[in-house]
């Protein structure tokens, strides 16, 4: 297998560009970190489900095992792949007394997560080298690396890097030049193992194996076909049936796991089928998002007719189509709607289309110079996000700090007409001792912010006997995450109402 990670001919001076801004990127995700983050949505509970199973390992109960890693909603593979990392939690908490669910323990799965997005950027780097020359290359990938909606799930525990990833690696090894000498079945077979490997760690993606499969068949003369199918069939089932095992002793049967979709899959507004990607661009990204719309039909005439190769025919058809199909099953068939996440997956092709627009402009100069506004705009951007996404209060983290306080003499007031259904609790840690810690507290919108059933902002006024220990942005209210299952009127109502995560200890008068 080729080494798909090595840096290919940066070129002289490398380390200053491209190597000095994504330095610089790199440390800000790293930064990132100590704000916590971790937990800070439902679907992160599954991460859980991995320190479960590896507990069940030390105990030799393998049916409890399986069970817990059958129990991920159609994704083992993404438990699966964490089980190296729930090992180290468990090892933590098992020498060091530090609970898996502690803020602490959690940074190890959240610098998993900086791992994977430095992996995924040499893979788009690998990508785009495959018609662009290295200067437009680095554009791509210093643009991509700079989007706020890059930086966004490095705090959390969910697996949309991670498929995107295991796509992205599929395109770079169907498309390098030891590909030509492989035989039809074998580049078969890699394309059905990493299609179905993508779709199995995170099922959202579930147009993910058409990229490979695309490829793998347009890399081929029409003779290979049935050869290169039936390796694609073999590559699929050497990972959906040793799934399919697996949670079947777990009592759980992956492949009718399938057939059920959760209510969450429509959690949004159908009518924003087609407006929804556009929306998340401009309102997320920025100047840098309406860019890269007003490249991607010019990126994509030249991926199609002036390389006309296999990789860029696939990169520039298959995300559209997937795209276009996705918004027809929420527009037309109320089956799916959009959420920043499925967005997440098409930002890199976007990012190829406009490095692929950049070599169409004539001068040399001037193509220079529009790539140079494209960098500008996207660090502008990143320094615009960066501030905002280092204060926000995460409710788990904000409560960590006060591990000791009985859960009954915590007092929970939300506003915006919400209820306490999803409030959330003190995360486990290490009693704290002493004077210091308060004896009551009252905590303003420690919940998830969802559903905001009252257009109004019901704000919440403590008389004087609470003084205020912490007063800072409700991570909802960040743009990027409001496109996570919240319909237009309640996103515009984040925003309105600007919700804080507010802590009070009761003064006695």
Known sequence: MPNVFAPARFGRGWWLWPGLPLLVILLIRLGALQAGGALAFPDEERHLKSVEAVEAIFRGDVERLCLHLANTQGRPADALLRLPVALVQVGLHRFWQIPPASPTSLLVPQLLNWVVLLLNMALLWRLARRWLPAATASVVLVVYSALSSTQLYVRHLLPYDTALGVVLLALVLLSAPAAAVRSPWR?????????????????????????????????????????????????????????????????????????????????????????????????????????????????????????????????????????????????????????????????????????????????????????????????????????????????????????????????????????????????????????ALPDSLVLVNCTFLYPLLSPDCQPVRLPAAHQPVLDAPHFLTLPAYGFEGFSPAMREQLQRCGFRCRVYKVVKL
């Open 187 to 435: 580049s078969g077979l890699l394309a059905g193992g990493l299609g179905l490997l993508a779709f199995a760690v995170y099922p959202g993606y579930y147009f993910a194996p058409l990229l490979p499969g695309a490829l793998l068949l347009a890399s081929l003369p029409l003779a290979a076909w049935k050869r290169a199918l039936l390796g694609f069939g073999t590559g699929a089932g050497v990972v959906v049936v040793p799934l399919e095992v697996l949670t079947r002793f777990g009592h759980i049967s992956y492949l009718r796991t399938l057939q059920h979709l959760p209510a969450t899959v429509i959690q949004g507004d159908f009518s924003e089928g087609f407006s929804f990607l556009p929306r998340y661009l401009w309102q997320v990204e920025g100047l840098t998002g309406a860019l890269l719309l007003l490249a991607a039909l010019p990126g994509l005439w030249a991926l199609l007719f002036r390389y006309a190769r296999p990789v860029t025919r696939v990169v520039a058809a298959v995300p559209i189509a997937a795209w276009l199909g996705h918004a027809c099953l929420g527009y037309f068939a109320h089956t799916l709607v959009f959420y920043g996440r499925i967005a997440h997956f098409f930002l890199p092709f976007l990012a190829l289309y406009a490095g692929s627009a950049l070599q169409l402009i004539r001068p040399r100069r001037l193509q220079q110079l529009t790539a140079a506004g494209l960098v500008a705009a996207a660090f502008w951007g990143l320094a615009r996000f960066v501030p905002t996404y280092f204060a926000l209060a995460y409710p788990r983290d904000v409560l960590a700090a006060y591990p000791g306080v009985a859960p009954g003499r915590l007092r929970y007031l939300n506003e915006g007409g919400l209820n306490a259904t999803l409030n959330y609790a003190v995360p486990p840690g290490r009693p704290q001792t002493g004077s």
